[in-house]
């Protein structure tokens, strides 16, 4: 019997070593099409040169490329009449099928003759028109990235001349600007701030709520953006969406810190290339606080759900229908025993609640034999809201504080794309908002008196935007971009035309240089146009109703070198002239809306005030290959602005200096089965500015009080960061899984967000960063 049992043991374990032998495999296919006109490539030719596998494009453009060796490929791409183009870093797991689609730029022709170009440069943007300070991101780099976690925002401030508002917050700002001055579009519209625990006129928060589930590969401009981008000042978010797998049913699971998360994808019906996406998240945080399990004096709740359908037909074009929303709280409560409290201050509490929604649909389909019409129409809304509560001696809350901002938006928006030869292409479009606001802010300064009205206002408004522009190829070197967009706030007439420009010159087939020049201009936020106030009679006015926009020059010389396939090395010098900028109306007071992270603002402005941002940024960047990447940025700059007294002060963002380093390796084991990643962030950054504070004046009005005439003067102490990511990768036959943990600020180093005035000691108290945080995750793809 026991000779039996060892014969049977030992088949068993020959036959599971050559099952596990065996290579996994899983399938990339996909669609080619025309990079303007969305139109599929016939015979294009796609290879894997390192495994010898090739395939080519059938009557839809799709191809199928099966049995791939799990791991990260590269794919080349090439077609008659088009420029060969490489897909870098496609990561293929055994638990999803890979389905790309690539778009491929025409090559130029003069007269009958083809002019061969060089292959497509990688993080080249996918908007064409973009030409300076532009870059494409992938959705592996939000999942690679040290303590990135999934968060484009957190992931986009590993790049030159990008840094975090605060480490709490996903807040970045991009070369001196205020964060307030960034745009985020979803699908070619202007989307509310997609982060949870965001206030009024942000455009940050917390956590995001965009699932990477949705994602697809997407652009981030930091200046000198092209003219399809308006109403922002500082840079842009232009995510696109992927879609569903629409042959085979997919599920990731995921658990961690952050949430726990379903996603489902597939098909909507068999012989259908329709598809689904689908993600919800609910909050780790609410859970263990609802078993009991509390590690902080403070409730956290939040959720979200965001999806894309598509909905190809074979006459009418292709529909689809897309979503984001995410609900969000935070509570703290007193504690209700006098015996306890130890200081004023422990008597209150508070309520922070935001909430976001967008619903959107596109529609995408020729015009003839040239052109493309794309047209969207969505609703959104987003309402925030903040409590502020005392214990009175009996225990009950008395209510001392309450603010809540409603904003609704309706948006549609058309796109025309034009190819009106090889050189030329055409895009014109425009964007019309109707928008609802609603403002509510109460105060009770006497806790024996009634509280009082600071604002109370609803109302509606309109913003138009057209814009039109040409992208042309001078020479097989040379190309030139131009264009116009314009602006109009109908709440008080006020209007803008913005030109913008860009030129091109390959100067050797690895080297480019570009110069981009674009006008720009924002509107204030919400709570700005409708501060309230009472005049000599004592008639409630909006003093600020009649504010224009916010103005902005933006200059950029750019240098981009290729180094070897995957090492670029890239430099932008660049000055932004700010003017027509809101400050006070009294030359007593230093404020200037460049200073602003949100919205509600009581003083009265006037367009009056002017700044400047310049500086250089180097950067270097090795794209992942053998399993190893790095990207080491440099950038010097100043960031400068006048206020009414007419003196020259530092912005608050004002740091001079960032230092960045972003790198990782993944070892991979000889069965390509299981991969270790090993990642690291390190920041160094001079630290931001903050105005000294009147210590007297302080405590005569029980509040922080600073010296006006010494804005910004102050600059805290250097910010430094490191951050590392480790993770382990299982590839098995039918699922993938990856466990990570990602852990922010390693060093526990104590970086200072600001000072402020404490009423219990009396004096100026110092505010910290976050400090050592570990963000533990599993995720299951099948």
């Not at 035309?497 to 006008?519: T, V």
């Not at 919400?526 to 926009?549: C, E, H, S």
């Amino acid at each position: 019997m026991t000779i039996y049992r060892i014969l049977f043991s030992a088949t068993f374990f020959f036959m599971a070593m050559n099952c596990f032998s065996q290579n996994l495999t899983q399938t990339i296919r996909g669609t080619v099409v025309d990079k303007v006109l969305q139109k599929p490539i016939i015979g294009a030719t796609l290879r894997i040169a390192e495994l010898q596998i090739g395939t080519v494009t059938d009557a839809a453009g799709y191809f199928k490329m099966e049995q791939v060796p799990v791991g990260t490929h590269s794919i080349m791409v090439s077609a008659m009449g088009y420029q060969e183009s490489v897909i870098p870093n496609i990561l293929c797991n055994s638990g999803k099928e890979v389905v790309l689609a690539i778009a491929l730029d025409e090559k130029i022709v003069k007269g009958r003759e083809v002019v061969i170009k060089g292959a497509r440069r990688r993080n080249t943007p996918l908007n064409e028109m973009s030409v300076v300070s532009a870059r494409t991101f992938s959705v592996e780099e939000t999942q690679k990235y040290a303590a990135a976690v999934n968060d484009p925002a957190r992931m986009a401030a590993n790049f030159a001349g990008v840094m975090a508002g605060d480490d709490g917050n996903n807040q970045i700002v991009i070369r001196g600007n205020s964060p307030s001055g960034l745009l985020w579009r979803m699908e070619g519209i202007d989307v509310p701030n997609p982060n949870h625990f965001s206030s009024a006129g942000s455009s940050g928060g917390g956590i995001s709520i965009l699932s990477t589930q949705l994602l697809s590969n997407s652009d981030f401009v930091t200046g000198a953006f092209a003219a399809e981008y308006g109403n922002a000042l500082s840079g842009v978010f232009d995510l696109k969406l992927r879609k569903g797998n629409n042959e085979k049913r997919e599920y990731t699971l995921q658990a961690g810190i952050l949430g726990l998360n379903l996603a489902a994808e597939g098909p909507i019906a068999a012989s259908y290339e329709g598809s689904y996406l689908i993600n919800y998240r609910y909050s780790t945080l609410s859970i263990l606080d609802k078993i009991g399990l509390q590690f902080t004096p403070s409730t956290t709740n939040f959720q979200d759900l965001s999806y894309h359908i598509y909905l190809p037909t074979k006459r009418f074009g292709n529909f689809s229908l897309f979503s984001f929303g995410g609900l969000s709280n935070q509570f703290y409560n007193v504690v209700k025993d006098s015996t306890k409290w130890k200081a004023e201050s422990e008597k209150y509490g508070y309520q922070v609640n935001s909430n976001t929604g967008l619903w959107g649909a596109t529609h995408q389909m020729p015009i003839g034999t040239k052109g493309l019409l794309k047209s969207a129409l969505a609703y959104s809304i987003s309402k925030s809201a903040y409590n502020r509560n005392y214990v009175q001696e009996d225990y009950s809350m008395l209510n001392v504080y309450m603010q809540e901002n409603l904003v609704r938006k309706l948006t549609l928006s058309t796109t025309y794309n034009r190819k009106l030869n090889t050189r030329a292409t055409v895009r014109l479009g425009f964007i019309l908002n109707h928008v609802q606001i609603g403002f509510d802010e109460t105060i009770r300064e006497d806790y024996s008196l009634p509280p009082s009205k600071l604002v109370d206002v609803e109302s509606k408004t309109q913003t138009i935007q057209m814009f039109s522009q040409m992208k042309y190829a001078l020479t097989e070197k040379i190309s030139i971009t131009g264009g116009l967009h314009y602006l109009q706030l109908t709440l008080n007439g006020t209007q803008s035309l913005e030109p913008r420009m860009s030129i091109k010159w390959d100067i050797a087939p690895r080297h480019a240089l570009a110069f981009g020049y674009g006008n720009h201009s924002q509107l204030q936020g919400w709570g700005v146009y409708f501060a309230q106030k009472a005049d000599a009679t004592g008639a409630i006015i909006l003093p600020n109703k009649q504010l224009g926009f916010s103005k902005a020059n933006h200059y950029v010389l750019s240098y981009t070198a290729s180094l070897s396939h995957s090492l670029r090395f890239k430099t932008e010098l660049y000055y932004q002239q700010l003017y027509r900028i809101p400050i006070s109306i009294s030359d007593t007071n230093t404020f200037s809306a460049v200073n602003s992270q949100y919205d509600f603002v009581r003083d009265e402005l006037v367009n009056k005030g002017t700044g400047k941002n310049y500086g250089m940024e180097v950067s270097l960047e090795k794209q992942l290959s053998k399993g190893f990447y790095y990207m080491l940025s440099a950038s010097l700059y100043q960031s400068k602005y006048k206020a009414a007294n007419g003196r020259e002060y530092n912005t608050k963002f004002n740091g001079n200096q960032i230092f960045n380093v972003a790198t990782g390796k993944d070892f991979v084991s000889k069965s390509g089965r299981r991969t270790l990643g090993c990642n690291l962030k390190s920041v160094y950054a001079g630290g931001y500015r903050t105005t000294p504070i009147n210590i007297s004046q302080s405590i005569q009005e029980e509040s922080t009080v600073y010296f006006q005439d010494k804005a910004f003067s102050d600059q805290l102490p250097a910010y430094f960061r490191m951050d590392v990511r480790v993770s382990m990768k299982w590839n098995r036959k039918r699922h993938t899984s990856t466990l990570s943990l990602d852990i922010q600020n390693v060093t526990n180093r104590k970086n200072v967000y600001d000072q402020f005035y404490d009423v219990d000691s009396k004096g100026v108290k110092t505010y910290y960063q976050t400090g050592f945080l570990p963000i533990l995750n599993y995720k299951v793809d099948l």
